[in-house]
């Protein structure tokens, strides 16, 4: 097996918000620099910033304060987020919106007055999120791919996979990262004096999941191979609203609007009953993973619609409005036959965010020198839960930090270290795997997979599932290292890569069964029926997996409360935290 | 087609509309009328508009018809750029010797 | 809605041909599902790209009974003609392999033609102010939600008979930034728009509008640029 | 391969028309030139030319002549219209017309001449 070598300043993996911001901030700092993305998809045509539909957070607003924004996202986080990296998002924010709108072009919708506008979103005390329509990802992405596109200095390595971060030879340090080219099937190594890991989490181990299909926890993977500490691993977003269209299509589980809820949605399970005034007084107001609680509990007792799914019913609000009012989800859903204006559409909870990933400072470095990351595979941000509007502010704030921080680590750190030529053969060797497997169904794996994850460490959890969902992880574990894929063409072989994605979910996935059965309270989008209380907030502790000798340990770490503790605020009024 | 061409071809093409739909009134004069060629000729001959009628029309039409050619050509023959400018400027120049000969012709006392 | 359909798939690179397969029939399906379902019971090998699935990264055109979609949001009975689908890449695009184009021209002239911010401002100046009514706001935003999916360079025929034809996307970027009042790279934008294969080239076939699935009208921001240009160029304010 | 769908549509027609019957008038017209210039010969000479083109089938290509240049200049005038007004909807209805239009003055013309 050749390989081609390549040498490079700057190595950034992912091309959403994360790795597209740190490719410009990286250029600005130092223009001579050579910087290569490289991205499983097309440049900023993959990952989930594009897929943004709700907004941005940022508490730019007459009225608003970084105070409140970084109290809202404290306690919707439920006190577990590292509070000086929520802090840096609040702040930042705003930087970020500025320069978007002023540098990067991004054109936000306004205000009469011709100010920003900002809408409302779930969980918050300030109609903070600026928005372009219900499409501001498109508009975010769009214009930071023009940017990049603009300058050639910017190199891309576009449908390039990176399969695994490899040492340097005395193993203090990152070398490089092994990539597959898709397109051709060969591999490429890429050395680099620093690297950022920005490939964005994304929980499609479930059987219903909103993001990207190019995400699956790859980066999070390999980070885990690195040796890596990973952070609140237990900690998977559910979003209520997932259009369910029956398993032979892949538009189920992706996302309907947060808006169909707050306008007024009615949720109805199979016997066509309103079932949300069992569970919470908000009914279908109540936050997002109240919702998808109530909705997986009526689910699991069987009250569904034939599919076995849920109903969402807008007619009462008067199907022209709904029509008007919800466009684009009405002409989504049409797309695949329901009637979202006049009739029933069926929906499922759906996996929607990864809060958990690498530890990381607020200046994106990782425990491993020359190794940043930033967006969703970093971590601590959001603690149990993440406010809609803080993702993809995640991102951006830290790609650029990430950015901005690179070209100084490389200044302090010259020169390229030689990798470990060894791993870099195991590495290879195991990418080809499955070719030299034969047999097995890789189709019915996936879907056991899923529903493993779905039905036994999904939206509800007890010790009694989380064991039965680890030992079916390592059942599939070992029947998916005996399936193979025939080797007939690599060149662009999308089974090949289902293969490899299916390979990170699993790694994954057990990581995400540990930290679940090691949190024995419940917070946020983590919740045990066998432990239903939250737990004293003021000892608060997050969980931290890492792997060591093929074995994951995972233990818990005490929240560090640096910038303010339970029971108090920020905020001098009174009106503050409600 | 670069801006400059375009507006000449756009301009043009402006400009022989009016021009054409006289054209076409006399047409359809001179058939219903069914003028002999001596009846033609003694109404053109010698009058300044009629030749700067059909001088102006020959000129736009000349310009006009060799840019639209230009573009046909881009697109639907294999011609370098260079061959492609020098074929479409000489039935230019064609075009407009024939139509100016025409109109001497006609009016010419 | 049971039963089978017959798919012909486009198998190869620029030289290739169609390969029969015969897929089932279900209820919810759509274009892209149709492909999946091949690659994942007929021909592990089948190349072709997709990302979001729900029509927002417009990375799974592909060509569809002669027309060009994104096969994420559409439904096959929608587009099945007597049982049959016929499914190639884009058109006027190099082929990477089976259904998967090669989007990398389509790019570079979105950058030709100028399609990017040209910034007036830096991250420490306040938000301009813009009325959400004002006339060059309502024209950008008629625009702006271009999902570069590369649907109306592929349906567009003057960017097959000129390969220096910038295409409607690319020219249709260049027409909102034109009407960013924030812009200020407009002199340069128009002065790459008024050169041979520019906006000029078009001739409003319109079939650029007539398949954008996020419904944009490239044709009435072409024709745009060609009163901009034409302005421009009078005033002297740039040279072809 | 299968008929590229867009070719099948009216605007797209309407543009080959426009470019068929542009190029038919650029090959016609160095003859309705040449033929014309016969006059500087002598009145006899546009005379003959006259009475010759009284041919019942020289006529009728006259008329398709006409209607050539007709629905060249109105699908022209539809494109300079669409180019430089306000953006109008329904552009396959206004080409529909030219092409009546067109065609209702080639019919005049037989009209007028039989
Ligand atoms: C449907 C949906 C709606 C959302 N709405 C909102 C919202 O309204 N507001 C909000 O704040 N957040 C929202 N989010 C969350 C937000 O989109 C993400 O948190 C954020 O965009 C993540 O950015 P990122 O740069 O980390 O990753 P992404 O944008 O996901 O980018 C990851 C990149 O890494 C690449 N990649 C993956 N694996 C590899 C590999 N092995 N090798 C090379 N490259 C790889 C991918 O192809 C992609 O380019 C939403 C998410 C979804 C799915
Ligand atoms: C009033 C009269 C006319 C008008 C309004 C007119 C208008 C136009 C316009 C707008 C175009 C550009 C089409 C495009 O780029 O898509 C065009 C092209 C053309 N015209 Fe005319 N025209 C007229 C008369 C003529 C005449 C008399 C001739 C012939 C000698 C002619 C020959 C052509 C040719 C060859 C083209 C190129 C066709 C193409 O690009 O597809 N035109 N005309
Ligand atoms: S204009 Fe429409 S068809 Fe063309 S690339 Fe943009 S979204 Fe696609
Ligand atoms: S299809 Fe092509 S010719 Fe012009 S109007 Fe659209 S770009
Ligand atoms: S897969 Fe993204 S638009 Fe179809």
Same mark, same amino acid.
């Given at each position: 097996?050749?390989?081609?070598?390549?040498?490079?300043?700057?190595?950034?993996?992912?091309?959403?918000?994360?790795?597209?911001?740190?490719?410009?901030?990286?250029?600005?700092?130092?223009?001579?620099?050579?910087?290569?993305?490289?991205?499983?998809?097309?440049?900023?045509?993959?990952?989930?910033?594009?897929?943004?539909?709700?907004?941005?957070?940022?508490?730019?607003?007459?009225?608003?304060?970084?105070?409140?924004?970084?109290?809202?996202?404290?306690?919707?986080?439920?006190?577990?987020?590292?509070?000086?990296?929520?802090?840096?998002?609040?702040?930042?924010?705003?930087?970020?919106?500025?320069?978007?709108?002023?540098?990067?072009?991004?054109?936000?919708?306004?205000?009469?007055?011709?100010?920003?506008?900002?809408?409302?979103?779930?969980?918050?005390?300030?109609?903070?999120?600026?928005?372009?329509?219900?499409?501001?990802?498109?508009?975010?992405?769009?214009?930071?791919?023009?940017?990049?596109?603009?300058?050639?200095?910017?190199?891309?390595?576009?449908?390039?996979?990176?399969?695994?971060?490899?040492?340097?030879?005395?193993?203090?340090?990152?070398?490089?990262?092994?990539?597959?080219?898709?397109?051709?099937?060969?591999?490429?190594?890429?050395?680099?004096?620093?690297?950022?890991?920005?490939?964005?989490?994304?929980?499609?181990?479930?059987?219903?999941?909103?993001?990207?299909?190019?995400?699956?926890?790859?980066?999070?993977?390999?980070?885990?191979?690195?040796?890596?500490?990973?952070?609140?691993?237990?900690?998977?977003?559910?979003?209520?609203?997932?259009?369910?269209?029956?398993?032979?299509?892949?538009?189920?589980?992706?996302?309907?609007?947060?808006?169909?809820?707050?306008?007024?949605?009615?949720?109805?399970?199979?016997?066509?009953? *309103?079932?949300?005034?069992?569970?919470?007084?908000?009914?279908?107001?109540?936050?997002?993973?109240?919702?998808?609680?109530?909705?997986?509990?009526?689910?699991?007792?069987?009250?569904?619609?034939?599919?076995?799914?849920?109903?969402?019913?807008?007619?009462?609000?008067?199907?022209?409005?709904?029509?008007?009012?919800?466009?684009?989800?009405?002409?989504?859903?049409?797309?695949?036959?329901?009637?979202?204006?006049?009739?029933?559409?069926?929906?499922?909870?759906?996996?929607?965010?990864?809060?958990?990933?690498?530890?990381?400072?607020?200046?994106?470095?990782?425990?491993?020198?020359?190794?940043?990351?930033?967006?969703?595979?970093?971590?601590?941000?959001?603690?149990?839960?993440?406010?809609?509007?803080?993702?993809?502010?995640?991102?951006?704030?830290?790609?650029?930090?990430?950015?901005?921080?690179?070209?100084?680590?490389?200044?302090?750190?010259?020169?390229?270290?030689?990798?470990?030529?060894?791993?870099?053969?195991?590495?290879?060797? *195991?990418?080809?795997?499955?070719?030299?497997?034969?047999?097995?169904?890789?189709?019915?794996?996936?879907?056991?997979?899923?529903?493993?994850?779905?039905?036994?460490?999904?939206?509800? *959890?007890?010790?009694?599932?989380?064991? *039965?969902?680890?030992?079916?992880?390592?059942?599939?574990?070992?029947?998916?290292?005996?399936?193979?894929?025939?080797?007939?063409?690599?060149?662009?072989?999308?089974?090949?890569?289902?293969?490899?994605?299916?390979?990170?979910?699993?790694?994954?996935?057990?990581?995400?069964?540990?930290?679940?059965?090691?949190?024995?309270?419940?917070?946020?989008?983590?919740?045990?029926?066998?432990?239903?209380?939250?737990?004293?907030?003021?000892?608060?502790?997050?969980?931290?997996?890492?792997?060591?000798?093929?074995?994951?340990?995972?233990?818990?770490?005490?929240?560090?409360?640096?910038?303010?503790?339970?029971?108090?605020?920020?905020?001098?009024?009174?009106?503050?935290?409600? | 087609?670069?801006?400059?061409?375009?507006?000449?071809?756009? #301009?043009?093409?402006?400009?022989?509309? $009016?021009?054409?739909?006289?054209?076409?009134?006399?047409?359809?004069?001179?058939?219903?009328?069914?003028?002999?060629?001596?009846?033609?000729? #003694?109404?053109?001959?010698?009058?300044?508009?009629?030749?700067?009628?059909?001088?102006?029309?020959?000129? #736009?039409?000349?310009?006009?018809?060799?840019?639209?050619?230009?573009?046909?050509?881009?697109?639907?023959? $294999?011609?370098?750029?260079?061959?492609?400018?020098?074929?479409?400027?000489?039935?230019?120049?064609?075009?407009?010797?024939?139509?100016?000969?025409?109109?001497?012709?006609?009016?010419? $006392? | 809605?049971?039963?089978?359909?017959?798919?012909?798939?486009?198998?190869?690179?620029?030289?290739?041909?169609?390969?029969?397969?015969?897929?089932?029939?279900?209820?919810?399906?759509?274009?892209?599902?149709?492909?999946?379902?091949?690659?994942?019971?007929?021909?592990?090998?089948?190349?072709?790209?997709?990302?979001?699935?729900?029509?927002?990264?417009?990375?799974?055109?592909?060509?569809?009974?002669?027309?060009?979609?994104?096969?994420?949001?559409?439904?096959?009975?929608?587009?099945?003609?007597?049982?049959?689908?016929?499914?190639?890449?884009?058109?006027?695009?190099?082929?990477?392999?089976?259904?998967?184009?090669?989007?990398?021209?389509?790019?570079?002239?979105?950058?030709?033609?100028?399609?990017?911010?040209?910034?007036?401002?830096?991250?420490?100046?306040?938000?301009?102010?813009?009325?959400?009514?004002?006339?060059?706001?309502?024209?950008?935003?008629?625009?702006?939600?271009?999902?570069?999916?590369?649907?109306?360079?592929?349906?567009?025929?003057?960017?097959?008979?000129?390969?220096?034809?910038?295409?409607?996307?690319?020219?249709?970027?260049?027409?909102?930034?034109?009407?960013?009042?924030?812009?200020?790279?407009?002199?340069?934008?128009?002065?790459?728009?008024?050169?041979?294969?520019?906006?000029?080239?078009?001739?409003?076939?319109?079939?650029?509008?007539?398949?954008?699935?996020?419904?944009?009208?490239?044709?009435?921001?072409?024709?745009?640029?060609?009163?901009?240009?034409?302005?421009?160029?009078?005033?002297?304010?740039?040279?072809? | 391969?299968?008929?590229?769908?867009?070719?099948?549509?009216?605007?797209?027609?309407?543009?080959?028309?426009?470019?068929?019957?542009?190029?038919?008038?650029?090959?016609?017209?160095?003859?309705?030139?040449?033929?014309?210039?016969?006059?500087?010969?002598?009145?006899?000479?546009?005379?003959?030319?006259?009475?010759?083109?009284?041919?019942?089938?020289?006529?009728?290509?006259?008329?398709?002549?006409?209607?050539?240049?007709?629905?060249?200049?109105?699908?022209? =005038?539809?494109?300079?219209?669409?180019?430089?007004?306000?953006?109008?909807?329904?552009?396959?209805?206004?080409? =529909?017309?030219?092409?009546?239009?067109?065609?209702?003055?080639?019919?005049?013309?037989?009209?007028?001449?039989?």
């Amino acid at each position: 097996m050749t390989i081609e070598r390549i040498k490079t300043d700057i190595l950034i993996l992912g091309s959403g918000g994360a790795g597209l911001f740190a490719a410009l901030h990286a250029h600005v700092a130092d223009a001579a620099l050579d910087i290569i993305v490289a991205t499983k998809g097309l440049l900023g045509k993959c990952g989930c910033t594009r897929m943004v539909q709700g907004g941005y957070n940022v508490a730019l607003h007459p009225g608003d304060s970084v105070e409140r924004h970084f109290m809202d996202t404290i306690e919707g986080g439920k006190w577990l987020p590292h509070q000086e990296l929520a802090w840096t998002l609040v702040t930042k924010a705003i930087e970020r919106v500025t320069e978007l709108e002023n540098e990067i072009g991004c054109f936000f919708d306004r205000n009469p007055d011709g100010t920003l506008h900002g809408k409302a979103f779930a969980g918050q005390t300030f109609d903070r999120t600026v928005h372009k329509g219900d499409l501001t990802g498109i508009e975010i992405i769009n214009r930071l791919m023009e940017q990049v596109w603009a300058r050639p200095g910017l190199r891309r390595l576009e449908e390039h996979r990176a399969v695994a971060l490899i040492p340097s030879r005395d193993g203090a340090s990152i070398a490089g990262v092994l990539l597959i080219d898709i397109r051709t099937g060969d591999f490429r190594f890429v050395e680099a004096k620093a690297v950022l890991l920005a490939t964005g989490g994304g929980p499609t181990m479930y059987r219903y999941h909103t993001p990207s299909g190019d995400k699956s926890m790859d980066g999070l993977a390999m980070a885990l191979r690195a040796g890596l500490p990973l952070r609140d691993m237990e900690m998977v977003q559910f979003h209520p609203t997932g259009l369910y269209a029956g398993p032979d299509t892949r538009m189920t589980g992706t996302v309907l609007e947060e808006g169909l809820r707050g306008a007024g949605g009615h949720l109805l399970n199979g016997a066509m009953q *309103r079932f949300m005034g069992n569970y919470d007084p908000h009914l279908e107001r109540a936050t997002r993973d109240v919702v998808s609680r109530a909705m997986y509990a009526e689910m699991r007792a069987g009250r569904t619609t034939p599919h076995g799914g849920l109903y969402i019913k807008m007619a009462h609000l008067g199907p022209d409005n709904v029509r008007r009012q919800f466009k684009g989800m009405v002409e989504r859903c049409a797309d695949c036959g329901f009637d979202l204006a006049g009739g029933l559409v069926e929906v499922v909870p759906t996996a929607h965010y990864f809060m958990g990933g690498v530890v990381c400072g607020v200046d994106t470095s990782t425990e491993i020198p020359g190794l940043f990351v930033a967006g969703e595979d970093a971590s601590g941000m959001h603690g149990a839960n993440r406010l809609g509007g803080n993702g993809v502010a995640n991102s951006t704030v830290f790609g650029g930090i990430a950015g901005d921080t690179m070209p100084r680590w490389i200044a302090a750190n010259p020169g390229h270290r030689a990798p470990d030529d060894a791993a870099l053969g195991a590495e290879v060797a *195991r990418a080809l795997h499955p070719f030299n497997a034969r047999g097995g169904d890789l189709n019915r794996l996936r879907e056991r997979l899923l529903d493993t994850m779905w039905n036994d460490v999904g939206v509800i *959890r007890d010790r009694a599932g989380l064991e *039965r969902g680890l030992s079916a992880l390592d059942e599939i574990e070992a029947e998916h290292n005996a399936t193979g894929v025939a080797d007939g063409n690599r060149a662009f072989n999308l089974t090949w890569h289902d293969w490899l994605n299916m390979r990170s979910l699993v790694e994954t996935s057990r990581v995400i069964a540990l930290a679940a059965l090691g949190r024995e309270n419940s917070r946020g989008a983590h919740f045990r029926e066998d432990f239903p209380d939250a737990g004293d907030l003021a000892s608060s502790t997050f969980t931290v997996a890492r792997q060591k000798d093929e074995r994951i340990a995972v233990t818990d770490e005490p929240v560090q409360f640096t910038i303010v503790r339970p029971g108090h605020s920020l905020l001098s009024d009174k009106t503050a935290a409600e | 087609m670069n801006v400059r061409l375009y507006i000449w071809q756009r #301009a043009t093409a402006a400009l022989m509309v $009016p021009l054409l739909l006289v054209h076409i009134a006399v047409i359809f004069y001179a058939t219903r009328k069914g003028l002999s060629a001596s009846d033609i000729l #003694a109404r053109t001959r010698g009058s300044v508009s009629w030749t700067l009628f059909y001088g102006v029309f020959v000129a #736009a039409v000349s310009v006009h018809a060799s840019i639209g050619l230009r573009t046909v050509l881009t697109e639907w023959s $294999p011609l370098g750029q260079r061959t492609r400018d020098i074929a479409v400027v000489l039935f230019g120049l064609l075009l407009a010797l024939l139509g100016f000969r025409a109109v001497v012709a006609v009016v010419l $006392p | 809605m049971a039963g089978m359909l017959t798919v012909s798939l486009w198998r190869g690179g620029t030289e290739g041909r169609y390969v029969d397969y015969d897929v089932p029939m279900r209820e919810t399906q759509t274009v892209l599902d149709i492909v999946t379902w091949v690659q994942r019971n007929c021909d592990a090998t089948l190349s072709y790209r997709f990302a979001c699935r729900v029509g927002m990264c417009g990375s799974c055109a592909m060509t569809v009974n002669g027309r060009p979609r994104w096969t994420c949001r559409t439904h096959v009975s929608k587009v099945v003609s007597r049982g049959r689908l016929t499914i190639g890449p884009l058109e006027n695009l190099p082929v990477i392999k089976d259904l998967a184009a090669d989007m990398r021209p389509f790019f570079e002239k979105w950058q030709q033609a100028k399609g990017r911010f040209a910034p007036s401002k830096t991250r420490s100046d306040p938000i301009e102010r813009i009325a959400p009514d004002s006339a060059a706001r309502v024209a950008a935003d008629a625009a702006i939600e271009c999902i570069n999916c590369g649907v109306c360079y592929s349906a567009c025929d003057t960017v097959r008979w000129n390969g220096d034809y910038l295409g409607p996307a690319a020219l249709n970027r260049a027409w909102t930034l034109l009407n960013d009042v924030r812009d200020a790279g407009n002199v340069e934008r128009l002065a790459a728009v008024a050169t041979d294969g520019g906006c000029h080239a078009c001739h409003s076939h319109q079939s650029c509008q007539e398949h954008c699935p996020l419904a944009l009208n490239p044709t009435a921001s072409i024709a745009g640029l060609k009163r901009r240009t034409a302005q421009a160029y009078l005033r002297g304010e740039i040279k072809p | 391969m299968t008929l590229l769908a867009h070719r099948t549509r009216p605007l797209w027609i309407a543009a080959l028309v426009h470019r068929l019957s542009g190029l038919a008038l650029a090959v016609f017209l160095p003859f309705h030139f040449l033929a014309l210039g016969l006059a500087i010969s002598g009145e006899a000479q546009l005379e003959s030319f006259l009475r010759w083109s009284e041919q019942p089938l020289v006529k009728m290509s006259e008329a398709v002549l006409l209607g050539v240049l007709a629905i060249h200049m109105l699908g022209g =005038l539809r494109l300079l219209a669409l180019e430089n007004l306000a953006w109008r909807e329904g552009q396959a209805r206004l080409a =529909l017309l030219a092409v009546v239009a067109a065609m209702a003055v080639a019919f005049a013309f037989l009209a007028s001449v039989f």
